[in-house]
């Protein structure tokens, strides 16, 4: 079984963090584009709190 590189998970998660933003920021007030784009994020900060939780376990241990 390959290991998982929770950093480079966080990376990932960083990355369509910027790209939402940058999404939004082009959108210009496209009210659809910018709603899904806030549901986009609220996932996002989900995965981060996920993440983040399980590098505390890790590096706890």
Do not use: Y
């Amino acid at each position: 079984m390959d290991e998982i590189d929770l950093k480079k998970l966080d990376s990932i998660i960083g990355e369509i963090e910027s790209a939402v933003n940058k999404l939004t920021k082009e959108a210009k007030g496209i009210q659809a584009i910018e709603r899904n784009a806030d549901r986009i994020l609220a996932s996002t900060k989900m995965l981060k709190i996920n993440v983040s939780d399980v590098l505390a376990d890790f590096l706890g241990s």
